[in-house]
Each structure stands twice: as C-alpha cells, then as structure tokens.
C-alpha cells in the first residue's frame, strides 16, 4: 500500500519494507523499532591522551549503557615493518626502537635476540651484556607502568598522580640519557650486545633512584588506594576474567589481573632471568583495580631486579668479539654528541687498507645473516612482545613483523564495555595499557 507520495510499504518475508524518496518521515519513523530510537553511535577519540593515544572507539550507547563498542586503530601508522626490508640488519634498531616509545628497550632487546638466534650467536652474547639488558629493561617497565599510573590517574579524575608519576619517570630518562644518549628512541640495544658500556656515573644514579623509590610508592598508594573517588571508579570495573583473557590471547598485567601467572621471564626465560629472584604478582578479580594492583607490584619486583643485575655487572666487554658483527660499538663519539671522535677516525684512517675497506662495508652494508626465520618472545611492559624475522642471507631483513601486545590487547575492548557505562569504557581502556604507536607499527 501506499502510504504517502514519497514513500512506500511492502510486505517481504522478512517483513516490512519502506521505499523513501522523501517528503513523509513522520511515516517511516512510525515504522521503525521504538527501543532503537533510544540509541545513538557516538565517536571516542581519535584524541589525545583520554583514549591513551591516536585511537577511535565507536560507540553505540542506549542512555549511558554501551551496547556495541569498536576500536578503530591505524592513525599511527609509520611502517617501521616494512621500512626494516629496505635497511640492514643493524640499522634496524634506530626503526624498530620508535614503536612502542614507551618501552624503546624491549623494541630493541626483541629484536636483537632474535637477530642473534638467526645469526647462531646466542650463547656468544657476553655476561655484562646481557646484565645490561636486563637492567635496562626493568628500568624501562618501571618508567612504562609509571606512565600508565600517571595518565591512567589523569584520566579518572586523579590529576595530582599525573605529577607524581612523572617526577619519578623523568629520573629514569635521565638515567637512560647518562647511558645511552637518549633519553628515548635509544637504538641501544643492538644484535651482538649493547652500544656502549654503563658508566660510573650512571650506576650511582640508579642506586639512588633505588633508594629513593620505595618512598614514592607509598605516596601512590596513601594518595589513591584509599580514596573513595579511586576505589569506586576502578573495583568491579571493565571486568575481563581469565577465560576471556585466554580466548582473546591477552597478555600482560591484565592477564596477570586475572588470576594466571604468566609471564614469559618465568614460563620461557631469556636473558639469564631464571637466575634471577622475582615474584610473578597477580590478582584474583580482572578488573581495573586489579590491573592497578598488579603494576605496583610489578614495580616493586622490577626494582629486585635491578638491584640483583647491579649487583652482577662484573668488568668484560658488551659486545660479541666477532668484528663482523660487532660494529658499531667500537665506534667513539665527539665532543658535539655527534658523529666519530677525531681520534676514532684518526685510528681508523691509519690502520691498514683492508681495516678501513671493512670498516666502510660495515657502515655501508651491515653484516649478512644466513637464511632462515625464528620467533622471539620477550615480557615487555603490556605483555608478550614476539618478533618474527626472516632472512634470505643476505644483509637486510626480508620480513619482521612483531606481535605487539598493545595491538593484541585492545580486543579486550569490546568484552569489557558493552553492557557496561561508558565513564568506565575511559577506566578499562586506560586499564589495558595500549601504545598507540606500538599497535599501528
């Protein structure tokens, strides 16, 4: 029948059916479903920092209820992947380190792993270099889960913490500036062993940094774990069981929130963890204040470590002595913090012919990897960190690609907030820890 001179209704088996050329609304609103009226789809993001980065959630809500919520990545996108295929294989440390800038060194130490297990030189890797990995890497957790708790707190409503949480960050990027240069986008882990050795200066720093925080954690916890606001805004909220961890291939604190001990420094350790004392924290709900308690703890466990590899750095060389492979190491740099130190060039300019050919192959080529392909997992900060690296023999990659665990972790989403408000859909997705640039890598 006709039910105006714009639209139409006809019976299908699947019901009615409106024609709209216009004109008549107030007839095919009459028609549709009363409840869905009620809903609206909204955007969340892409905005900085309440969605953790360049992210967009789309949003179905009826009132303030979520119903349907998707995550829209991408916006970060830099293909540091395939950029990998068109340098060589050491190189490959100033791409892969920009990823996730959060944990610059468990880019690098991933991937120098599984470019030395291709190379067959795992076992050559010296004793303090990997002593430094590890320091550096749990240093590293420290400042990531500090950034979490400051921009986490931030977004609840908990501005004082933000401060808090980047007081303490900002020692550690002075420490990592005393060692590598940088305080982020290192490029110091390379395939061989480290870029340069830890000074002196550095190692005070971080004992006083050990000694120092302590203190802070309590400050964190007497500013938030009792506060109401706090404890409201985070107990039962975005709750993701250890079920539902494992069938979306959650890692991570968040894994760890829900009761399972999984942590690949335990379950399948590298770097000479196993011989280190450390406790694996969890906590029985999976919800964000589980997620909460757990990086604390992380924290405190973190700081173990660190005193233990300090404990460890015994004087030896950081870099394979294979001189194929170890360049660039041996390099000095200038008084300007830029380029070769007159003497390094002098040296390598009066040595014989053959030295300075294979010098210029080294900056010019890199060294050739045998064919073959490896996976590599390492515990970084948000959860299983994998590299898997092909070689066709020659001196670039032919593929890397990463399992990224931020990218992995933000199906999480949808499972927590649909059915839930959507003031909680900012605390489970903060809860979840997501780099932005380590996702759309």
Known sequence: MTTSNYASERETDEGRVFTVTGGDWDTIVAGTDPINDERIVVNMGPQHPSTHGVLRLILELEGETVREARSVVGYLHTGIEKNLEYRNWVQGSTFVTRMDYLAPIFNETAYALAVEKLLGITDDITERATTIRVLMMELNRISSHLVWLATTGMELGAISIMLYGFREREYILDIFETITGLRMNHAYVRPGGVAQDVPDEAIVKIREFLKMMPKKLKEYEDLLSGQPIWTERTKNVAVLDVTGCVALGITGPVLRSAG????LRKTMPYCGYETYE??????????????????LAEIRESMKLVEQALDRLRPGPVMVADRKIAWPAQLAIGVDGMGNSLEHVAKIMGQSMESLIHHFKLVTEGFRVPPGQVYVAIEAPRGELGVHAVSDGGTRPYRVHYREPSFVNLQALPAMAEGGLIADVIAGGASLDPVMGGCDR
């Open 260 to 263: 399972l001990a999984w942590d």
């Open 278 to 295: 450390f406790d694996v924290p969890t906590h029985p709900d999976g919800d964000v204040w589980g997620r909460y308690q757990v990086r």
